[in-house]
């Protein structure tokens, strides 16, 4: 009982921490919500006693000091005599690539400026699923069909999407380090810095008793904040976790992102 | 080249460019989580950003596993932390009741801003170390459990034991000062 609400109180916290408001939690814990109340209140009291908003100037000027450390740091790392490894028609190829790539990223892409993005099994961007095991266990099939994923692209509103190839992902086969490409096609090179999906149906299958069961979502979708970056160059491969979580002995179930084990690879084309 | 120094290169250039994507989400926290520490806002925004030169120089000793990047940055945050209060004091408490905050507010609300920070940060100095960590990495950090664990090396089911007794030990601390 204290395990099961020491991971709703957590679970409120996530969603707190990422934006969510306290009513919209205690609303889907109504059996929790009075004991919930007063806890989740004296996280807001320490949030808001604590939190301030660093200098500008301090951090404009830390942000300077870091780029140019880490311009040094490059400078000195033997990426040029990489390149001496690699003939040069590929150097001049790779160069080329870049060209377009980058007159198509600035120029046409933003003339046109499509809102879904294609697949292509070629592409620099893979959408996998994974599944964090919680409560999974529980379950004999859990089926999510996620109809859209959409990419948040970072200090701006621009925001790109796609249908995944494939809909329908069970999470009973996705536990651990599995995970399942659903997507992969072309991405606009640039900093992202949030990841959703709608998903609009999830069916359970409990492993006891084959029932089917309802299984909630926080919210309408399903979003994880994260930096990362997509390039031309190399293949950026985005997990996006999901976990599945008993809401308590009410026989209840929530799916919620899991940003821990979530995240962007890239793979370096050049090295294979 | 051989190829295991070309991979090495190309993590190092991963880590690199994440740790850089890790700045403009993080710093803030960063500072936010030192500053529960020491309770001085400028000098907290100071050891942010040194934090992020620490990371860059000690790139090479990043392993992927068990701790993701951002919970690594924090461990480095509190180990800046602790040398600066050893600088300050040899490990002196912070003296927390002669903090005054400042601000562009009208007097009437700064002193009422004092109070309650007054109040908050007694009732933080109750919790135990740990107790304390978690509500940190938690609340300014926004760590998840999983990754708070990493952080202290305990399990998710700890972290968020040990998460909840600390609310509940705050709640009753500053429920009675209220």
């Not at chain 1, 979003?223 to 809401?247: C, G, K, N, Q, Y």
């Amino acid at each position: 009982m204290t395990e099961d609400f020491d991971r709703i109180l957590d679970e409120c916290i996530d969603r707190i921490n990422h934006g969510d408001n306290l009513a919209d939690c205690l609303s889907d814990y109504p059996a929790y919500s009075e004991k919930l109340k007063p806890l989740l209140q004296s996280m807001h009291d320490v949030q808001k006693t604590y939190t301030f908003t660093p200098s500008a100037d301090t951090k404009r000027a830390a942000r300077q000091k870091f780029h140019t450390a880490l311009g040094k740091r490059r400078q000195m790392t033997p990426v040029l005599s990489f390149f001496k490894v690699i003939p040069r028609p590929v150097v001049w190829a790779t160069a080329a690539v870049l060209v377009l790539a980058i007159v198509g990223t600035l120029v046409i892409r933003p003339i046109l400026n499509p809102p879904t993005l294609v697949p292509s099994p070629d592409g620099n961007f893979a959408f996998l699923i994974s599944d964090e095991p919680n409560d999974i266990g529980d379950f004999e099939s859990l089926n999510v069909t996620i109809s859209r994923v959409g990419l948040q692209a970072a200090g701006s509103v621009r925001r790109l999407e796609f249908t995944p190839e494939t809909k329908t992902v069970d999470l009973t086969q996705l536990q651990g380090e599995q995970s399942q490409e659903i997507w992969r096609g072309n991405a606009p090179a640039g900093q992202y810095s949030q990841v959703y999906i709608y998903v609009s149906e999830v069916k359970g299958k409990l492993e006891s008793t084959g029932q089917i069961v309802d299984v909630k979502l926080p919210s309408s979708k399903l979003r994880i904040s994260m930096p990362f970056e997509v390039t031309v160059d190399t293949v950026t491969s985005f997990t996006f976790d999901i976990t599945v979580v008993a809401t308590g002995n009410n026989g209840k179930y929530i799916l919620k992102p899991q940003i821990g084990n979530s995240g962007a690879r890239q793979e370096q084309k050049l090295l294979e | 080249m051989n190829i295991g120094n070309r991979k090495n290169i190309a993590t190092i250039n991963e880590y690199e460019t994440r740790l850089s994507d890790l700045y403009e989400e993080y710093y803030d926290k960063i500072a936010r989580y030192v500053y529960v520490h020491i309770s001085n806002k400028e000098e907290a925004e100071d050891i942010a950003g040194e934090v992020f030169l620490k990371a860059l120089e000690s790139l090479k000793s990043y392993r992927e596993q068990g701790v993701p990047m951002q919970g690594w940055l924090f461990r480095i945050a509190h180990n800046l932390t602790v040398d600066y209060l050893r600088k300050m004091n040899k490990r002196r408490t912070v003296p927390i009741d002669s903090v005054v905050l400042q601000g562009n507010d009208n007097p009437a609300n700064t002193a009422e801003k004092n109070i309650e920070f007054e109040r908050v940060a007694k009732a933080m100095k109750k919790l135990t170390t740990e107790q304390r960590e978690v509500i940190n990495l938690r609340f300014f950090g926004g760590l998840t459990s999983k990754e708070v664990g990493g952080v202290l090396g305990k399990s998710d089911g700890a972290v968020r034991e040990m998460q909840r007794a600390a609310i509940e030990k705050l709640r009753g601390i500053m429920g009675v000062e209220r």
